[in-house]
């Protein structure tokens, strides 16, 4: 190769390198709008709301007066109706994944069921309430509740639990079926002693991302018809006359954090912003604490996998 | 079918179950009264201990009206009176009631406090800006008076399903619900106000709690009501001696006639009818002369039931006028 032809070659490869460090410098970029968006509406609502967060804040109920309003009932009717949502949606997620991936036929039906799961994760959530109203409200009577709220925030985040399910059932190797089956395991046995435990990580990751988005969900609440003026707490769960009373709560009226902080948000006065933006920041915080505990869990639990 | 099966035994049980040990008074409605009935339900809280449990929503006063004929709620907060199709709807199902003004709102037409040319606007003149045919046509407001620059005319508003909308329309179009579509539209009057204040051209409506909260980034519009009178701005004052027309409004709420025998909810009603001159004040409304609440009372105690306006959103009601109504 004589001294030209090096020349030429080291320049192609310079010039190949400079669209490499471009390209990077683009994704450093598109990456920083979503970061960078993130991380100022953050700190807006940090800064705005910080000071407003005591004891009080958390421990008092709505009022007309900002300075004594606070987001007992919301905070608590979130955590009640998160309750359900999982209560629901992990048992009839998970069996719905573990069918998909273990028991069914491989035919049309079975491929029509998964385009429809995958369609209904991008369903608007506004679609869910709307249901949720006719069905769950009217039809079956019942009424503006916890139950409900969180029976339809359960559909809304179904697909996604079915899909994380799926994707982390498929990730354990087929030696392991293969193995268990040769020892002479039925279905359900190896399922039950292998394939659920192993894949947990996955579907516990799958179920956390799945209530984080279903806690910030306001359309679907308010469709089917959550109250914004709500001095009382709902009866404790399960802390009533057995057997009917400890389902008490279900079935009492409420509101949620997204709801509270949308009427402050609309209120002619200025000090009602601040506490929007505290609740705001409150929200944010526990959204990000589910999504921690999932990095978490998702940690452990790979830790103690033997295979 | 077991799904299906498990879902019936849910709702029996919903039904079984849905009597809970506290009473509840249900409200809800337009969220124009939910400041007032808010700060009522606060204080009867306070004052009942917690004993009686009161919930207010806001679905606006068409949704309330919904849920109220279904029987869903004992109290329907509106910022109109009742139309012929929801007093058709409650007639169906046997739903009786008991009508009460509780306060006025004024509907505040507030530009950019840099507009330096507009002193006073006529109903003619807000009619030419609003109405369905300026759709499109009027964009500048020298279209709108010639002496003025040629700047365009930026609206906003409120929502198409508020009482609000249905009031303004009326007032200023003649027609409920008349309007030109290409203006900035929201539920949420914050940024009917945003909008204003950032627009040197922009012109909203929305009621007076919102102006008197942001006097310092608006300009409220004296109204002309008509030729040869005088124009008059948006006051308490003014309102309570019915010179700011056609545009303040008697706000009411409604109350079902059968949740008025039980003990929670007439005690609320004789609680909100005692504290709403007080209570309307500081939410910035409009209260009503004392004598109109006792008056309110006194027909709460004999149950008067039905609409003293007949079904229809009437316009530029005074408040000594709207004592005199009698029910049809």
């Not at chain 1, 001294?3 to 390209?23: G, Y």
């Not at chain 1, 190896?190 to 956390?208: C, E, K, M, N, Q």
Request: hydrophobic share 45%.
């Amino acid at each position: 190769m004589n001294q030209q032809e090096l020349q030429a070659l080291r320049e192609l490869i310079a010039s190949h390198k400079r669209w490499d460090w471009l390209f990077g410098l683009l994704g450093v970029f598109a990456l920083m709008i979503g970061v960078l968006t993130f991380t100022a509406l953050f700190a807006n609502m940090a800064i705005d709301g910080i000071g407003r967060i005591d004891a009080d804040f958390l421990t008092s109920f709505p009022s007309r007066r900002a300075a004594n309003a606070g987001i007992l009932s919301a905070w608590v009717g979130s955590l009640l109706v998160m309750l359900v949502t999982a209560f629901a949606a992990v048992p009839i997620g998970v069996a719905a994944g573990v069918y998909l991936e273990e028991y069914a036929p491989k035919n049309w039906l079975t491929d029509i069921i998964e385009i429809n799961i995958s369609n209904l994760a991008g369903v608007p959530s506004i679609i869910y309430g709307l249901l949720a109203l006719g069905l769950f409200v009217y039809t079956f009577g019942l009424g503006q509740s916890i139950l409900t709220a969180g029976l339809t925030l359960a559909l809304l985040i179904l697909p996604v639990v079915i899909v994380a399910t799926r994707e982390a059932i498929r990730a354990i190797p087929q030696i392991i079926r293969e193995g268990s089956y040769a020892c002479g395991a039925t279905t359900w046995q190896t399922v039950r002693d292998h394939i659920v435990p192993y894949s947990s990580a996955g579907i516990l990751t799958g179920i956390i991302i799945g209530m984080a988005r279903a806690i910030g969900e306001t359309a679907p609440i308010i469709t089917i018809g959550a109250l914004t003026f709500i001095a009382f707490l709902p009866p404790a769960p399960f802390a009533g006359e057995p057997p009917a009373g400890m389902f008490d709560w279900l079935f009492a009226p409420f509101t949620v954090m997204p709801i509270q902080m949308f009427n402050w948000t609309s209120r002619p006065e200025a000090a009602f912003a601040v506490n929007a933006a505290a609740a705001g920041f409150l929200l944010v915080l526990m959204t990000l604490a589910m999504n921690g505990l999932a990095i978490w869990l998702r940690y452990r639990l790979r830790k103690s996998i033997k295979w | 079918m077991n799904k299906i099966a498990a879902a019936l035994a849910l709702a029996g049980f919903a039904v079984s179950t849905s009597a809970l040990a506290t009473p509840v008074v249900k409200i809800d409605g337009s969220s124009t009264v939910y400041p007032v009935t808010e700060a009522v339900a606060e204080e009867y809280q306070k004052a009942k201990k917690n004993t009686v449990n009161v919930t207010v929503g806001i679905s606006g006063t068409g949704g309330g009206f919904k849920k109220f004929c279904r029987g869903e709620t004992d109290i329907s907060n509106a910022s109109r009176p009742i139309l012929k199709k929801e007093i058709d709807d409650c007639k169906a199902a046997g739903v009786e009631y008991i009508e009460m003004p509780i306060a006025y709102d004024a509907l505040t037409v507030a530009i950019n406090p840099k507009n330096d040319w507009v002193k006073s606007l006529s109903v003619e003149q807000l009619k030419t800006m609003w109405e369905p045919a300026a759709q499109g046509k009027i964009t500048s407001w020298k279209q709108i008076n010639p002496a003025w620059p040629d700047r365009p005319l930026k609206l906003f508003g409120a929502g198409a399903d508020s009482g609000t909308f249905d009031y303004f329309t009326e007032a200023i179009n003649g027609k409920s619900k008349s309007s030109r579509g290409d203006f900035t539209a929201s539920e949420d009057d914050n940024v009917l106000v945003q909008g204003v204040t950032r627009d040197i051209g922009g012109l909203a409506f929305f009621g007076y709690a919102y102006y008197e909260e942001n006097r310092a980034k608006l300009k409220a519009v004296p109204i002309v009501a008509g030729e040869g009178k005088p124009a008059v701005a948006p006051s308490m004052q003014t309102v309570i001696d019915g010179s700011y027309q056609p545009l303040a409004r008697p706000i009411f709420i409604y109350v079902n006639a059968k949740s008025a025998d039980k003990p929670e909810v007439k005690e609320f009603v004789e609680f909100y009818m005692k504290n709403a001159e007080a209570l309307t004040k500081e939410v910035k409304y409009v209260s009503l002369p004392a004598k109109a609440y006792a008056y309110n009372l006194e027909h709460f105690a004999k149950r008067v039931k039905g609409t003293k306006f007949g079904g229809e959103n009437k316009v530029g009601t005074t408040i000594e006028q709207l004592m005199k109504l009698e029910a049809k």
